[in-house]
């Protein structure tokens, strides 16, 4: 029987499981996302879903070069790398051009893939397919499907593990915008924390040398510039720890024009 078994039993089957997996996935995209989980959890899944022997998945860094992620097997991970390595096979072929690489028999590829085919065959494997993990015309890596027999995929079959390939990426891409979005709000309430400082501060200088809050906010800043400080660091001495700067704090200085 082949490996990678058809028809519109199996196309009803596998409808099913994809919606498991659709629920399983939208469970992991919580704020303790774990990206190797979340893409083991794609690799084995997908594995499961085509009936396949095994999968595997590469994602670009951010200088566009793909690396290993995952793979439901160790042997798969090998051959991954060893595609890596030698810059040839069906994942790299799948990037570069963004669109998948399908029922291909790993006998007949040795003309194509020279260097990985033989590898691929040596390790037990006979068919392959390789599905571009995108976003409109973002291709962020590819997902590889191995199997230990030749066998077809059906159209259909290709669009359900394709529409696994997307909600995977999609994931990523929101893991990447959630991160962004962190990072903009800690530098906000960074930005937030050292206002409510130099606003204390403020407070601290004015009491000290009897002036207004406005003429101890120009002292503290051009004292910082003076002194090439970072205004919310004299700040924050000012009001923790003033013997810092004790010039500043010190006598009764003339406040900035």
């Known amino acids: 029987m082949p490996v990678f078994a058809c028809g519109r039993d199996r196309t009803m089957i596998a409808v099913e499981q994809l919606a498991e997996v659709f629920v399983e996935i939208a469970d992991t995209l ?3 996302f774990d ?6 959890l794609v690799t084995s899944r997908s594995a499961s879903i085509c009936n396949a022997s095994s999968a595997g998945l590469l994602l670009a860094d951010a200088h566009g070069q793909l690396q290993f992620m995952a793979a439901s097997q160790e042997s798969v991970k090998l051959l991954e790398l060893f595609q890596l390595q030698n810059a040839e096979g069906p994942c790299l072929d799948c990037f570069h051009t963004g669109t998948a690489v399908v029922n ?7 003309e194509r893939w020279p260097v990985f085919a033989p590898r691929a065959v040596s390790a037990g494997f006979r ?6 993990l995108r976003h409109r015309k973002d291709v962020i890596g590819a997902l590889n499907l191995f199997g230990t027999e030749t066998g077809q995929l059906e159209s ?4 359900i593990i394709q ?16 991160q962004d979005q962190k990072i903009v709000t800690e530098q906000l309430q960074g ?20 002036i207004s809050v406005d003429a101890a906010f120009e002292l503290m800043r051009d004292y910082a510039r003076r002194n090439h400080h970072h205004l919310s660091d004299v700040a924050l001495a000012v009001v923790s720890d003033p013997a810092v700067h004790p010039e500043l704090l010190s006598g009764r200085p003339t406040p900035p024009v």
């Open 30 to 32: 919580v704020d303790d």
């Open 163 to 178: 529409a696994l390939a997307d909600v995977a990426t999609i994931g990523l891409m929101q893991e990447r915008v959630i």
């Open 127 to 132: 068919s392959v397919h390789a599905f571009p």
């Open 35 to 40: 990206v190797i989980e979340f893409l083991q």
């Open 156 to 159: 259909h079959d290709v669009r």
């Open 104 to 110: 291909t028999d790993l006998d007949d590829a040795i």
């Open 191 to 210: 930005a937030l924390n050292s206002r409510i400082t130099i606003e204390q501060a403020k407070g601290a200088l004015a009491r000290s040398h009897g």
